[in-house]
Nanobody, 123 residues
């Protein structure tokens, strides 16, 4: 079965950086629009960054200029480089395929989801 496996979450101080990686297993990373969503407690999931099948990136205003999304088609990996992290970036981050922008339910069955990885930003 197709799977998405995230890695790279953790704890960091404000201003620090983290890189999240997502390995696509069973289908190509450039097969659909792919994205990173995040969920704050009690909220739905917000698409904070997405790469369209064409390669065009999208960033939510809250992360624009700080986060960078990329895909390695040869290795079948989706990456999110997060710089200048802030406490409000603390959330559960999900890798996703068949993704779209905006807010969605975090287990929307149209979207293929990874298992999630926690990011915590605090002094």
């Amino acid at each position: 079965a197709a799977q998405l496996r995230e890695s790279g979450g953790g704890s960091v101080e404000p201003g620090g950086s983290l890189t999240l990686s997502c390995t696509f297993d069973g289908f190509p990373v450039d097969w659909s629009d792919v994205a990173w969503y995040r969920q704050h407690p009690g909220d739905q999931c917000e698409a904070i960054s997405l790469i369209r099948k064409s390669g065009t990136p999208y960033y939510a205003e809250s992360v624009k200029g700080r986060f960078n999304i990329s895909r390695d088609i040869a290795k079948n990996i989706l990456t999110l480089r997060m710089n200048n992290l802030r406490p409000d970036d603390s959330a559960l981050y999900y890798c996703a395929a068949d993704a779209y922008t905006g807010w969605v339910g975090c287990r929307n069955p149209i979207i293929k989801w990874g298992q999630g990885t926690q990011v915590s930003v605090s002094p």
